[in-house]
């Protein structure tokens, strides 16, 4: 038992030390570890001193970069600022404008670019070919845009952005474009008038009214300018100042005309017929219409059939009031008027001019409408009326029909002149005439030469025209405006050109005997003037036009009775007295406006035959 128990405490001992020598063990190995923790914790701290060093020298690198930066960056800044001119680097629509000032890099670019608006451009579609120029086209440069745009690289933003882009376009270059504008709408009408002339265009059909007939023509298909895309091509050309190549291909599309819209024409051709009338508060005249109608279902029956050209019957209907008979309550004001005299003992010439002022007499003019005085008159034929009288024909003077008819177009200019109406459409004779001083003429010749003026007044106008006892009056009648000029003419000849004499020998006639066949005219070189009144005061004095009057040859019959007929040498004759170069001559025939002002008329101071016509 004892032996037991101290087995036990033997045992027991035993462990007892074992555990000691544990915890010793474990002291020293936490003593150790302590040991090697805190060496650790001293290294740890010395790494965290030493990049805490680290960090606040690079801080300090940093800083005196940053500020070394910000030196240099507002010296250079600075150093920008006081320079004018484009920094490196900077070109305009291809052309280098790099250290040249606002006012420099402009007259360059300027220089290019009206060069450019003047060159004109080259199109061609197969063998056609024609020209496009620019300036119809209303072409714009905005050329100080791009200029300030230049300037501004550099100096648009703080000093740091400014130097980054003042080195980026150093190194890296910039381009600035010039921005270009043109009028589109006057562009497309251009390329409409070319495309009209391009071979094989498609044809539309269309249609008109002659009389009392409605023509329709068929179309054809063709070739149609691709117009937007022309149009690119265009704007293309003109924004590269510095593309050469001239020539450009019209783009086309195929195209097919539209179809005869029947329907469509009835409807726009389809009018009531309207009595003419006027109204006095507000006032105005509204001139008749003539009815216009067809029948649609026979219309398109016609146009089943295969034909280039349909022929469709009109249904006419008259008004029972035309703007003619609506009464001179229409046009209670004399507005203007003018005469010339005729000699009545010339009864085929005298009745030449009746049938004139009968042509044109009552005639109605709407504001903004143009008269033509052969359309009113119409073609000068015996089934007219017309007679045969004295012409200028060849340098001479012949019989032709409707000789004569000049004096009533030379009278209805002048009286047009002084109702302030704008003359569209006038030329002088070839010679001067005796109704009319010179510049003061206007002939006329059926198909060729036509006397035109146009309606600018507020109101209608009407013409009032008559001829008999030898006097040849036209007025105008319409309503008086606030303000109503009258107007006064002179005539400065420039210089004259004298006639020369041409013997024609006649066996019929004794030796010495001399007959004038023709009277010669000087020539003359003319400039009429026109001054505007107002209350008496001149408003304005310009010139209306320059004239040029071809001499008439003087023709004398010279007798040698048995001698053979020949023509003998032309001789110079200066027996015409002409005014010198330097007068001014007044109209000498007075005549009186409505608002009591008078006007002169010229007289001719050369002898002279009849006008022409």
Known sequence: MKDSVVKEEKISTSEEIKDEKKNKDKKEEDKKVSKSEQKNKEVEKSKKTKKKRNSILIAIIIGILVILGIVVSTIFALLNIRNDKIVSGVSISGIEVSGLSKEEAKGK???????????????????????????????????????????????????????????????????????MTLNEEVAKQNIEDIGVNLPGVVVESSYSVEDDELIITKGKAGVKIDTEKLLNEIKERLNDVNLKEKIIEIPVLNKEPESI??????????????????????FAVYPEVEGIDFDVEEAKALLEEEKEEYVIKLKITKPKVTISQIGSEAFPDQLATFTTRFDVSDVDRSTNLKIACQKINGKVILSGDTFSYNKALGARTAAAGYKNGKIYSGGQVVDGIGGGICQ?????????????????????????????????????????TDFKFKNTRQYPVRISASARNGIATISIYGIKEENEYTFKFSTKTVSTIPFSVRYVEDESLDVGT??????????????????????????????????????MERIIIKGTKSANNKTTNVTEGTTESVESSTNTTEEKQPETTPSGNKTTTETNTTPTTESKE
């Open 514 to 551: 001399e007959k004038v066949k023709q009277k010669g005219t000087n020539g003359l070189k003319t400039e009429t003037y026109i001054t505007k009144m107002l209350n008496g005061k001149v408003i304005s004095t310009k010139l209306l036009s320059r004239d040029t009057y071809d001499a």
């Open 408 to 448: 009533i177009s030379s009278t209805l200019y002048n009286s047009v002149l002084l109702a302030d109406l704008e003359i569209v459409e006038r030329r002088n004779h070839q010679f001067v005439t005796s109704y009319v001083g010179p510049g003061r003429d206007a002939t006329v010749v059926y198909g060729l």
């Open 261 to 282: 819209d029947i329907d469509k024409i009835h409807e726009e051709i389809y009018t009531e017929a309207k009595d003419a009338y006027y109204t006095k508060n507000p």
């Open 109 to 179: 670019i300027e220089a290019m670019y009206q060069e450019k608006k003047e060159e004109e451009i080259d199109i061609k579609y197969e063998d056609f070919e024609t020209t496009l120029n620019p300036t119809l086209l209303e072409v714009n440069y905005n050329i100080d845009k791009a200029i300030e745009d230049a300037y501004l690289v550099g100096r648009k933003d703080n000093i740091f952005f400014n130097n980054y882009d003042i080195l980026y376009t150093l190194l890296c270059k910039k381009n600035i474009n010039v921005d």
